[in-house]
């Protein structure tokens, strides 16, 4: 072979790896584009799935504003999951009238004693009414949010969970409402046992079902803290489905003592919530 030809080869060589070199980077290339443009479309997908759940949950809260005062009612505001039919599919949606939770700012202290107690922190109740100060004078240190809970000096995290899941700063005058009012609630109030208030949430189901007698069965010890009148604010939480499986919920409250102009007003909203513990199961089928 002549020094020519040996020269020729070689840039034959040369010119066939950078050729493969120059595929294998197209391919790379390509597939990374590919790659980029799927996970850019799931994102833009994901995106617009939210924005409907959104929409979704947004619509939710209108029709419950609209079914006000009918959703006071005893059995819609007791915790218990069901369905409210929106644009875009079905939202699953459970109603706890805030007259039958705990507000840290307006329970009566015996309330407060005994919910600490309950959590293994009695000093934790003495250091809530120290600062929310005496009855009838003011005080710069009112509960703001229930997470505030867990800032009190030595936070006891049982407590801080209680309050986060049945606390509220929306009751209307501090009483325990007890048709609504959650099991767990119930079973803190002095001389209640989870027992009774379990009976005394399974005898309210029951229609027609005077209040009274749900007070007689928890008690006088807890008759004292108990006002069956129904409350005008209310913890919702929601959740909504769509596309794919994405599902996003939202924990609101609703405040239904504005003006008629003004009828409700949203005290809270916080997306993506976990499911407070004062949730029931949907009521089952009849039939």
Not at 15 to 25: M, N, P
Not at 137 to 156: K, M
Not at 178 to 191: F, I, K, R
Not at 220 to 248: I, R
Request: charged fraction near 15%; charge should be neutral.
């Amino acid at each position: 072979m002549t020094l020519a030809g040996a020269s020729l080869g070689s840039r034959r060589g040369f010119v066939l790896v950078a050729v493969l070199w120059l595929g294998a980077f197209l391919i790379v290339l390509v597939a990374a584009l590919l790659q980029q443009s799927r996970t850019t479309l799931t994102v833009a997908r994901s995106g617009v799935e939210e924005t409907i759940a959104d929409a979704m949950l947004t619509g939710a809260v209108e029709t419950l504003a609209l079914s006000y005062p009918r959703m006071a009612q005893p059995g819609l505001s007791d915790g218990r999951l069901r369905t409210i039919a929106v644009a875009g599919g079905a939202v699953a949606v459970a109603v706890q009238d805030d007259n039958g939770l705990v507000d840290p700012n307006r329970a009566v202290a015996p309330v407060i004693v005994q919910v600490a107690a309950a959590a293994g922190d009695a000093g934790a109740g003495r250091a809530i009414l120290a600062r929310r100060g005496e009855p009838g004078t003011p005080s710069a240190a009112v509960f703001r949010e229930r997470e505030e809970i867990a800032d009190l000096p030595n936070g006891n995290d049982a407590l801080a969970a209680f309050f986060d899941n049945f606390g509220t700063m929306f009751s209307v005058a501090g009483g325990i409402n007890p048709m609504t009012a959650p099991a767990a609630v119930l079973a803190v109030l002095p001389g209640v046992s989870g027992a009774v208030a379990a009976k005394a949430v399974a005898l309210r189901e029951q229609p027609g079902t005077d209040p009274q007698k749900v007070i007689a069965i928890l008690g006088p010890a807890a008759g004292q803290f108990l006002d069956p009148t129904p409350g005008k604010n209310f913890d919702v939480f929601l959740s909504a489905k769509v596309g794919s499986g994405l599902t996003k919920t939202l924990r609101v409250t609703m405040l239904f003592e504005g003006s008629a102009a003004v009828p409700y007003r949203l005290g809270d909203w916080r997306p993506w919530a976990e499911q407070p513990a004062w949730v029931r199961p949907a009521a089952p089928a009849k039939g």
